[in-house]
């Protein structure tokens, strides 16, 4: 998966006193496409005169975020995230830092002011925080939670496929309402896309996805009863039950859920497994 960098080493810990050198990553984003170089990413020594607000280390190699919009300039494009996720001509652990990378700059574009008295935010030095003179107020990160559902039946898995968006074979997936546990969601989602009822609900693991701001966690559950698919066509294109020996993986492995897909049709995971 995309945050499996071994032997690469993610530090979050914030510094808020980091300066730059010259071998510094900058990443700057513009809507869903990230600066990046052919094979790399840009570095101080390309960008040297942008302003920066340091987001975290991969080994010793400092990440930056451009604190504003950079242009497109000789051998430096913007390209699609998610087109970048599997590309195997950027290093894995850059990639990781892409996506990550994401989820802080959305967080620091949308608290430039408080949210409870509407005055203008500011970094603290203390920790990965915005703070409000103001009010007092401090706003962390936020991390959205969401399940990614393996729905078993026999020898056979629930495919989707989402209304828009990729367009490759998924898992039932969705975030978590307020005042429920991951497990109900498992259940709700379930039932909302593809109106299957399911039991024996097991946690297989999680990922950090965060290009849309999210903690995925992974389950398989079996399903309960015929296993008839009523799909909702307002959210999918496609659900089906399909043989381990048909399911088509997604082009990259990057996500938990091509992860989870693999597992169940290399024979990693049985239905049996999720009734012990």
């Not at 840009?42 to 607000?53: E, G, I, K």
């Not at 009010?135 to 898995?157: E, Q, T």
């Not at 990729?166 to 546990?181: D, Q």
Request: net charge negative; glycine share 8%; charged share 25%.
């Amino acid at each position: 998966m995309i945050q499996d960098i071994f032997p690469h080493q993610f530090h979050n810990a914030y510094e808020a006193d980091a300066q730059p050198d010259a071998d510094s990553i900058v990443l700057s984003f513009c809507g869903k496409q990230v600066l990046t170089g052919k094979g790399a990413l840009p570095t101080v020594a390309q960008l040297p005169d942008c302003p920066l607000r340091y987001l975290f280390r991969i080994d010793n190699c400092r990440y930056f975020l451009a604190q504003e919009e950079l242009p497109e300039q000789a051998g430096l494009t913007y390209r699609e995230i998610r087109e970048i996720r599997g590309d195997a001509s950027l290093p894995k652990f850059q990639r990781y830092g892409v996506m990550t990378g994401k989820h802080l700059a959305d967080w620091y574009r949308d608290n430039r002011f408080c949210g409870r008295c509407g005055k203008p935010m500011h970094h603290s030095l203390a920790a990965r925080a915005m703070v409000c003179d103001a009010c007092n107020n401090h706003v962390y990160p936020k991390i959205m939670p969401a399940v990614i559902v393996g729905v078993i039946r026999g020898d056979s898995l629930l495919l989707t496929k989402y209304r828009t968006g990729i367009s490759y074979n998924a898992l039932v997936a969705g975030f978590t309402e307020i005042g429920e546990t991951l497990e109900e969601t498992v259940a709700r989602e379930v039932l909302e896309e593809t109106g299957v009822q399911v039991r024996n609900i097991r946690y297989y693991r999680s990922q950090p996805w965060g290009i849309a701001s999210d903690i995925l966690a992974g389950f398989y559950c079996e399903a309960d009863g015929s296993g008839e698919i009523r799909m909702d066509a307002s959210e999918l294109k496609y659900a089906a039950w399909v043989k381990r020996e048909e399911i088509e993986l997604q082009p990259d492995d990057a996500s938990l859920t091509n992860e989870m897909m693999q597992m169940f049709r290399d024979g990693k995971i049985h239905a049996e497994d999720l009734r012990k």
